[in-house]
Protein backbone atom coordinates (compact mmCIF):
# COMPACT_ATOMS: atom_id res chain seq x y z
CA UNK A 1 0.00 0.00 0.00
CA UNK A 2 1.44 3.52 -0.81
CA UNK A 3 1.44 6.32 2.00
CA UNK A 4 -1.34 8.74 1.92
CA UNK A 5 1.28 11.73 2.09
CA UNK A 6 4.86 12.78 1.92
CA UNK A 7 7.24 11.97 5.12
CA UNK A 8 9.51 13.98 6.30
CA UNK A 9 13.41 13.16 6.63
CA UNK A 10 14.36 11.06 9.35
CA UNK A 11 15.87 13.47 12.13
CA UNK A 12 12.43 15.04 11.30
CA UNK A 13 9.08 14.86 13.61
CA UNK A 14 5.90 14.43 11.28
CA UNK A 15 2.37 12.28 12.59
CA UNK A 16 2.27 9.16 13.02
CA UNK A 17 1.21 7.35 9.50
CA UNK A 18 -0.29 4.62 11.20
CA UNK A 19 -2.75 6.92 13.13
CA UNK A 20 -3.20 9.21 9.74
CA UNK A 21 -3.76 6.11 7.56
CA UNK A 22 -6.17 4.72 10.43
CA UNK A 23 -8.05 7.84 10.62
CA UNK A 24 -8.47 8.78 7.01
CA UNK A 25 -9.55 5.39 6.16
CA UNK A 26 -12.35 5.32 9.13
CA UNK A 27 -13.17 8.78 7.53
CA UNK A 28 -13.67 7.58 4.03
CA UNK A 29 -15.68 4.44 5.21
CA UNK A 30 -18.11 6.88 6.99
CA UNK A 31 -18.21 8.90 4.03
CA UNK A 32 -18.71 6.26 1.86
CA UNK A 33 -21.59 4.90 4.14
CA UNK A 34 -19.89 1.97 4.78
CA UNK A 35 -20.18 2.54 9.14
CA UNK A 36 -22.89 3.88 10.08
CA UNK A 37 -21.34 6.09 12.62
CA UNK A 38 -21.40 9.89 12.19
CA UNK A 39 -18.09 11.75 11.75
CA UNK A 40 -18.80 15.72 12.22
CA UNK A 41 -16.48 18.59 11.33
CA UNK A 42 -15.60 19.17 15.12
CA UNK A 43 -14.44 14.98 15.41
CA UNK A 44 -12.34 16.17 12.32
CA UNK A 45 -10.97 19.55 13.86
CA UNK A 46 -9.90 17.86 17.20
CA UNK A 47 -8.39 15.03 15.13
CA UNK A 48 -4.88 14.58 17.11
CA UNK A 49 -1.68 12.30 15.61
CA UNK A 50 1.52 11.74 17.52
CA UNK A 51 4.54 13.12 16.45
CA UNK A 52 6.88 10.70 15.21
CA UNK A 53 10.41 10.96 13.36
CA UNK A 54 10.11 10.55 9.52
CA UNK A 55 6.64 10.57 9.66
CA UNK A 56 3.66 12.61 7.47
CA UNK A 57 4.40 15.47 6.62
CA UNK A 58 2.20 17.79 8.92
CA UNK A 59 1.05 20.13 6.07
CA UNK A 60 0.07 17.85 3.97
CA UNK A 61 -1.93 15.81 6.66
CA UNK A 62 -3.59 19.48 8.24
CA UNK A 63 -4.39 20.35 4.10
CA UNK A 64 -6.30 17.00 3.75
CA UNK A 65 -8.21 17.44 7.37
CA UNK A 66 -9.34 21.02 6.05
CA UNK A 67 -10.10 19.57 2.63
CA UNK A 68 -11.92 16.62 4.81
CA UNK A 69 -13.80 18.57 6.86
CA UNK A 70 -14.85 21.02 4.06
CA UNK A 71 -16.94 17.75 2.32
CA UNK A 72 -18.49 16.36 5.54
CA UNK A 73 -19.85 19.85 5.98
CA UNK A 74 -20.82 19.88 2.37
CA UNK A 75 -22.44 16.75 2.36
CA UNK A 76 -24.33 17.30 5.91
CA UNK A 77 -25.81 20.52 4.23
CA UNK A 78 -27.01 18.79 1.15
CA UNK A 79 -28.38 16.00 3.15
CA UNK A 80 -30.05 18.94 4.90
CA UNK A 81 -31.24 21.23 2.26
CA UNK A 82 -33.24 17.93 0.34
CA UNK A 83 -34.81 17.32 3.63
CA UNK A 84 -35.85 20.72 4.60
CA UNK A 85 -35.10 23.35 2.41
CA UNK A 86 -32.30 25.90 1.36
CA UNK A 87 -34.07 28.51 3.51
CA UNK A 88 -33.94 26.24 6.36
CA UNK A 89 -30.25 25.53 6.25
CA UNK A 90 -29.48 29.32 5.71
CA UNK A 91 -31.95 30.17 8.48
CA UNK A 92 -29.97 27.53 10.71
CA UNK A 93 -26.71 29.02 10.09
CA UNK A 94 -27.90 31.92 10.98
CA UNK A 95 -29.10 30.78 14.03
CA UNK A 96 -24.92 29.59 15.04
CA UNK A 97 -23.61 32.70 13.15
CA UNK A 98 -25.83 34.68 16.16
CA UNK A 99 -24.63 32.23 18.72
CA UNK A 100 -21.24 33.73 17.80
CA UNK A 101 -22.62 37.64 18.48
CA UNK A 102 -22.25 37.47 22.32
CA UNK A 103 -18.72 37.61 22.38
CA UNK A 104 -18.46 39.89 18.97
CA UNK A 105 -20.35 42.18 20.61
CA UNK A 106 -18.17 42.56 23.43
CA UNK A 107 -15.03 45.18 24.19
CA UNK A 108 -12.05 44.48 22.60
CA UNK A 109 -9.90 43.27 25.21
CA UNK A 110 -12.87 41.72 27.22
CA UNK A 111 -14.30 39.02 24.32
CA UNK A 112 -12.80 36.29 26.29
CA UNK A 113 -11.36 35.23 29.24
CA UNK A 114 -7.54 36.18 30.06
CA UNK A 115 -4.78 32.97 30.41
CA UNK A 116 -4.31 31.82 33.85
CA UNK A 117 -2.12 33.73 36.05
CA UNK A 118 1.73 32.93 33.84
CA UNK A 119 -0.10 31.19 31.30
CA UNK A 120 0.52 31.28 27.83
CA UNK A 121 -2.45 32.83 25.53
CA UNK A 122 -3.64 34.31 22.26
CA UNK A 123 -2.72 37.80 22.04
CA UNK A 124 -5.86 40.36 22.68
CA UNK A 125 -5.22 42.76 19.83
CA UNK A 126 -4.57 40.27 17.10
CA UNK A 127 -7.49 37.72 18.75
CA UNK A 128 -9.64 40.79 18.68
CA UNK A 129 -8.51 42.12 14.99
CA UNK A 130 -10.07 38.98 13.52
CA UNK A 131 -13.37 39.58 15.97
CA UNK A 132 -13.56 42.66 14.28
CA UNK A 133 -13.15 40.59 10.46
CA UNK A 134 -15.96 38.89 11.66
CA UNK A 135 -18.24 41.37 12.24
CA UNK A 136 -17.87 43.12 8.89
CA UNK A 137 -18.18 39.82 7.28
CA UNK A 138 -21.52 39.52 9.26
CA UNK A 139 -22.50 43.39 9.01
CA UNK A 140 -21.32 44.58 6.12
CA UNK A 141 -20.61 41.33 3.81
CA UNK A 142 -16.92 42.38 3.40
CA UNK A 143 -15.31 38.88 2.44
CA UNK A 144 -13.32 36.39 4.63
CA UNK A 145 -13.21 32.66 4.23
CA UNK A 146 -12.87 29.95 6.61
CA UNK A 147 -9.37 28.72 5.20
CA UNK A 148 -8.56 32.55 6.54
CA UNK A 149 -9.90 32.04 9.53
CA UNK A 150 -8.34 28.41 10.03
CA UNK A 151 -4.67 29.94 9.34
CA UNK A 152 -4.59 32.65 11.37
CA UNK A 153 -1.79 32.92 13.98
CA UNK A 154 -1.59 35.17 17.03
CA UNK A 155 0.97 36.25 18.83
CA UNK A 156 1.46 34.60 22.22
CA UNK A 157 1.16 36.84 25.86
CA UNK A 158 1.25 35.19 29.35
CA UNK A 159 -1.42 36.18 31.76
CA UNK A 160 -3.92 38.93 31.81
CA UNK A 161 -2.29 40.27 28.32
CA UNK A 162 -3.32 37.21 26.92
CA UNK A 163 -6.73 35.27 26.01
CA UNK A 164 -7.11 31.64 27.97
CA UNK A 165 -6.83 29.31 24.43
CA UNK A 166 -9.24 27.28 24.62
CA UNK A 167 -12.34 29.53 24.58
CA UNK A 168 -11.01 31.08 21.56
CA UNK A 169 -10.46 28.11 19.77
CA UNK A 170 -13.75 26.62 20.18
CA UNK A 171 -15.16 29.83 18.83
CA UNK A 172 -13.11 30.41 16.01
CA UNK A 173 -13.78 26.41 15.14
CA UNK A 174 -18.13 27.21 15.62
CA UNK A 175 -17.17 30.45 13.17
CA UNK A 176 -15.41 27.82 10.56
CA UNK A 177 -18.40 25.46 10.69
CA UNK A 178 -20.59 28.50 9.64
CA UNK A 179 -18.43 30.03 6.70
CA UNK A 180 -18.06 26.35 5.45
CA UNK A 181 -21.62 26.41 5.48
CA UNK A 182 -22.12 28.86 2.72
CA UNK A 183 -18.87 28.52 1.17
Known amino acids: MSALFSTVSKVRNGYDPDEV ?18 LTSTDIQVSMFDLVRGGYDTHEVDAALDRLEGAFIARQRAEYVAVNG ?34 WGYDMDDVDDLCDRLVAYFDRQEPITAAEIRSSTF ?19 RAIEVLLGVE
Request: hydrophobic share 30%.
Open 86 to 119: QQAWMNALAERARSLYGRLGRPDGERFAPAGRGE
Open 21 to 38: DEFFDHARQVYEGKKPER
Open 155 to 173: ARRRGKDGYAEGPVDAFFA
